[in-house]
């Protein structure tokens, strides 16, 4: 009777030895993304700075007026890269969105620009080219 | 005189100014020349993707408009207005291209930036792969930022074909469109369905791509794109974790034990596959074998060892347990 309970204790004492082990690394799969990071040889610092982006990227968004739900789904679909790019660029990076606001003088240089070939503004121009 | 003279003279100084320098700049499509004079092999001299759809767009919306016209080329149902709260940024009016290639991943395609050259552009349309495009159609100075979508090219008639704003066949003369598209950098994004790998990024490209995809849309959407990878690039290392990762955790045990045993013959110094190995032949049942390699991990220490001992421990306690019963 006294074995089977000295055995029970210590079954039940390295379980908790166990848990205690475990609670920092499971034993299991290492994800892609973590092996993919470790092989390009992201260093640690990186790392660190990527995990300051996401909440940068989310004020950010909510800045410019998206909405906080919006801003979360967001921010969480971006890769590491591309986190830290809107941190630093956000406001710097091309916003492709077609506005149009040519003042008169820009209408006549852009006219210019078009038949020219360089640009085109207006759907009525053919290049010359 | 000398007050009227102030008041016009910067103004017509500096139009002169611009005038002068676009005349200079107007022989600079060289992407273009070199093309169209060389030539590229096995590339057809025209093609065009008419079954793109086209979405018409919304003030301001021509980045969801584009990237709607590429995910339904690529076979998801999706339309501009749901994708609007996904990259619109209000204040900025416009898109950003970082949140073109993510919401291209959260609608479930692969997006991926191509290489900045005419003739990767013209070899994705070739592949069948219609291309999202930013250009600035203006000039520097008042930058009009705008994204299209290129679906056909013709070097004979030296024109480019694209769905853009509210034009559903814009045809523009390939030297014109370059003129406006190298003010992005060049910039042009593929949004492919998983299982199709678009054809000019090269092998990291489209690596990070597949892991970015992997975060956002799950392990089970992209374990046919991680397939398709590795028939082009079949010892990359994180293709073949990938594939093994989402084999495994489909339950599909036999791929995945295959997949990292291929992988750690590959690359025998690599702890984490060793340990992805070992975790795999646990859950097959194969406790010695997977003791072993496990071991083998714990040994060669590293960046993993917490990992790999965590696993060689498991496994043994199951061992015991096992022998046990």
């Not at chain 2, 900025?92 to 395609?109: D, Y």
């Not at chain 2, 100075?141 to 034009?167: K, N, Q």
């Amino acid at each position: 009777m006294s074995a089977v309970k000295r055995a029970l204790v210590g079954a039940v004492l390295s379980a908790f030895t166990f848990v205690g082990f475990t609670q920092t690394v499971q034993a299991a799969m290492i994800g892609t993304e973590q092996i993919h990071a470790a092989n390009a040889a992201s260093g640690d610092r990186e790392k660190i700075g990527a995990a300051l982006d996401r909440p940068e990227v989310l004020a950010h968004l909510e800045r410019l007026g998206v909405s906080k739900d919006d801003a979360q789904a967001r921010v969480a679909a971006l890769s590491d890269e591309e986190a830290a790019t809107l941190a630093s660029q956000i406001d710097s990076l091309p916003a492709g969105g077609d506005i149009v606001g040519a003042l008169v003088l820009i209408f006549v240089i852009l006219l210019v620009t078009d038949i020219l070939g360089l640009t085109k503004v207006f759907p009525f121009t053919r290049s010359r080219r | 005189m000398q007050g009227e003279r102030g008041r016009t003279s910067p103004w017509l100084g500096s139009v002169f100014v611009w005038l002068a320098a676009m005349l200079l700049l107007a022989g600079c499509a060289t992407q273009t020349q070199s093309l169209l004079m060389r030539g590229v092999p096995d590339l057809p001299r025209r093609a065009e993707l008419s079954s793109t759809p086209f979405h018409p767009q919304e003030r301001y919306q021509c980045g969801p408009a584009a990237l709607a016209m590429s995910l339904n080329a690529a076979g998801i149902a999706v339309g501009p207005e749901a994708l609007v709260s996904q990259v619109f940024v209000p204040a900025r009016e416009g898109s950003l291209q970082p949140e073109m290639l993510a919401a291209a991943r959260r609608n479930g395609a692969v997006g991926v930036v191509i290489p900045p050259r005419l003739d990767a552009l013209a070899a994705e349309i070739a592949a069948g792969n219609p291309v999202i495009v930013l250009q600035n159609l203006s000039l520097p100075l008042f930058p009009l930022w705008h994204y299209a979508v290129a679906i056909g090219y013709d070097l004979d008639a030296e024109t480019i074909v694209l769905r853009s704003g509210i034009t559903e066949r814009l045809e523009m003369p390939l030297s014109t469109f370059e003129n406006t598209w190298a003010r992005s950098g060049y910039w042009g994004m593929v949004a492919a369905p998983p299982g199709r790998i678009p054809v000019t990024p090269g092998e990291a490209a489209i690596v990070d791509s597949l892991v970015a995809f992997e975060r956002t849309a799950g392990s089970a959407k992209v374990r046919g794109a991680y397939q398709a990878a590795l028939k082009r690039w079949p010892d990359n290392l994180t293709l073949q974790v990938g594939f093994g990762n989402a084999a495994f955790a489909a339950g599909d045990l036999k791929t995945a034990e295959s997949v990292f045993r291929r992988a750690a013959d590959a690359h025998p110094k690599n702890a984490a596959v060793l340990n992805n190995l070992a975790t795999v032949l646990a859950d097959m049942g194969e406790l010695d074998r997977a003791a072993d390699i496990a071991a083998r991990a714990v040994a060669l220490g590293g960046p993993w060892q917490e990992e790999a001992e965590a696993t060689l421990r498991s496994i043994r306690s199951a061992r015991k347990a096992g022998v046990g019963r």
